[in-house]
């Protein structure tokens, strides 16, 4: 009892003053009126002193558990906020104290702002985070050509909810944007050509986009496919039509270099030309410069091809009539330039040939065309000695004029028109003179001609190198016979101009009688001096042209008599002086 008075006395103070302390004094008065014995007081009051003890243990236990429930939360606080920051990539957030200061309670009560306002921000990341991952996930989607698929549900890192994170996101987002763009304008592109090439090619673009990928017509309402294999297939569909395109040019080129060529053969009428003139004007134009819609559709390629054909028909029944003008062409050609002209004989075969239907007629035509394009060559080649022989040609004939001139007695008599044979005489003396350094010109000219082109230059079958070289050999006697008979000439010249002069004498006017004499002596002179000038032509040929000149008789054929007779004429140069 005395264990037990000890506290109740330390304690009898405070609990006079308490509902408790009331309760065990008025237990006691009544104790006192009971009579109650001391053992069952100390036995109630042990009782009371037990059930406090378990009344505070309980209070104590409580305290303790709510003391270390405080200190759990302040952890679980302090550690969610020190996760937050590192989630979120923050060293600190301004306002939290940095030291613990005070109960736990207000230890707790100072960080709770703090780490609500950390799950406000981190609720906003996460936000972030799913709004850019998500815009990645379906542009992603769109650029593999997946668009059509469910989005799938995007999981964020909680663990990484950084700045510098979200910015790799929005760098990876940024770049998948403008890869998205790119290949839209890929898209567009590709779809822009498809649209173009079927204009000019005649075709229902909208036909072949749908065969490609339906999302890629407008009218379809949904997101165009981007994908890898959509730009595969845009790419092939792409290069089929531009490789159809060129074939079809290819083919238009043939035809209507065919056309033209048969047009040209047989003179076809311009109202037959004109409905196929835009094929004509493709031969000129590349691939890439045709752009005009419906210019290579399938429908001119088959009129082309038909009315190619009909040509072709109507050129078979018209063979003969071609044929004829292109030996018209060619025997011009020849005649022209003096070459060989193909013999009628082998003609006749060939169009007998025809009428049986035994060649075929684009190799006649085509063999004509060869055998123009050589004769055209061969007459270029031949041209500059051509325009030298037909000037020997003039001037041979002004030659033989002048000789038929002199024997004219009468040449100098008075009368209309003598003149002008004396000036014409006097352009001949001229023209007579340069004939040596023509001649001359025309050997080098002809034999440099057959040296580059190994073989004989045969004019109208003659080789022209004896004809030159005959010429200088006749040249040179006709000289040799004029110095012989050049003292006798002069004495009967000056025996007429005696004469003439006594004629003249008995004439009462002086103007007559000067003029003869005048004239007479300028022929004199002129003949001298055209000998003399033939004279030193001679000896200024080389020391072998005599002999040269018999080898080139020797080669004349027995048909070129009338080609001698052109050139030398009459021979005969000194029968007139005797």
Not at 135 to 152: H, L, R, T, W
Not at 330 to 343: Q, R
Request: glycine share 4%; proline share 3%; charged share 30%.
């Amino acid at each position: 009892m005395g264990s037990f008075q000890t506290p109740i006395g330390m304690r009898s103070s405070t609990l006079l003053e308490t509902s408790c302390g009331f309760l065990l004094q008025e237990l006691q008065i009544i104790w006192d009126e009971v009579g109650e014995d001391k053992f069952e007081r100390e036995k109630v009051l042990l009782d009371l002193e037990q059930e406090c003890l378990e009344v505070y243990r309980r209070k104590v236990d409580r305290a303790n558990i709510s003391r270390a429930r405080l200190h759990q939360e302040l952890a679980e606080a302090e550690a969610e906020f020190t996760h937050l920051l590192l989630s979120l990539g923050e060293r600190s957030l301004p306002g939290r104290p940095e030291k613990r200061a005070g109960s736990l309670k207000e230890q707790l009560d100072s960080i709770t702002p703090a780490l609500q306002e950390m799950r406000l921000r981190k609720e906003e990341r996460l936000n972030q985070f799913r709004a850019v991952q998500g815009q990645i996930q379906k542009n992603s989607a769109e650029i593999g050509g997946n668009s059509d698929n469910e989005p799938s549900n995007i999981v964020v890192n909680e663990n990484d909810l950084s700045l510098k994170r979200l910015e790799e996101y929005q760098n990876e987002l940024q770049r998948l944007y403008n890869e998205k763009n790119e290949r839209l304008q890929q898209v567009e592109k590709y779809i822009d050509m498809i649209h173009s090439l079927s204009t000019i090619l005649g075709k229902d673009s909208s036909a072949i986009i749908m065969e490609v990928h339906p999302s890629l017509n407008d009218l379809c309402g949904i997101t165009k496919n981007i994908g890898d294999t959509t730009l595969d297939k845009l790419n092939i569909t792409v290069e089929s039509l531009f490789e159809e395109k060129k074939n079809r040019l290819d083919k238009l080129h043939h035809l209507g270099k065919a056309l033209s060529n048969l047009w040209n053969l047989m003179d076809t009428p311009y109202s037959e030309r004109h409905p196929f003139s835009h094929v004509i004007h493709l031969l000129s134009l590349s691939s890439a410069e045709v752009t005009d819609p419906g210019s290579l559709t399938l429908e001119i390629v088959q009129q082309t091809e038909a009315e190619v054909k009909r040509l072709d028909q109507l050129k078979a029944s018209k063979m003969k009539e071609l044929f004829q003008k292109k030996q018209e062409e060619l025997e011009l050609i020849c005649k022209k330039s003096h070459v060989e002209i193909p013999s009628r004989e082998e003609m006749n075969n060939i169009i007998n040939l025809i009428n049986s239907g035994e060649i075929d007629h684009s190799d006649l035509l085509l063999s004509m065309d060869e055998q123009i394009s050589r004769a055209k060559e061969e007459a270029s080649s031949r041209k500059s000695i051509m325009e030298k022989v037909e000037k020997w040609m003039l001037a041979r004939d002004e030659e033989r004029w002048l000789e038929e001139y002199s024997r004219d007695e009468n040449r100098y008599s008075v009368s209309r028109g003598a003149h002008k044979n004396l000036r014409r005489a006097e352009r001949a003396r001229i023209m007579v003179s340069r004939i040596p350094a023509l001649v001359d010109m025309l050997i080098k000219m002809t034999r440099s001609w057959e040296e580059e082109r190994n073989k004989v230059f045969l004019y109208d079958q003659v080789p022209l190198m004896a004809i030159l070289e005959e010429y200088n050999l006749l040249r040179r006697e006709k000289e040799e016979d004029m110095k012989r008979q050049q003292p006798w000439e002069k004495k009967r010249i000056q025996s007429q101009v005696v004469e003439l002069d006594n004629t003249y004498t008995s004439r009462p006017t002086t103007s007559s009688r000067r003029l003869p004499s005048r004239s007479l002596n300028g022929a004199l002179d002129s003949s001298v001096i055209m000998n003399r000038r033939l004279s030193m032509g001679i000896q200024q040929l080389p020391s072998n042209s005599i002999n040269s000149g018999n080898q080139g008789l020797s080669n004349i054929k027995d048909g070129s008599n009338a080609l001698r007779k052109k050139i030398f004429g009459d021979l005969a140069f000194t029968s007139h002086m005797r």
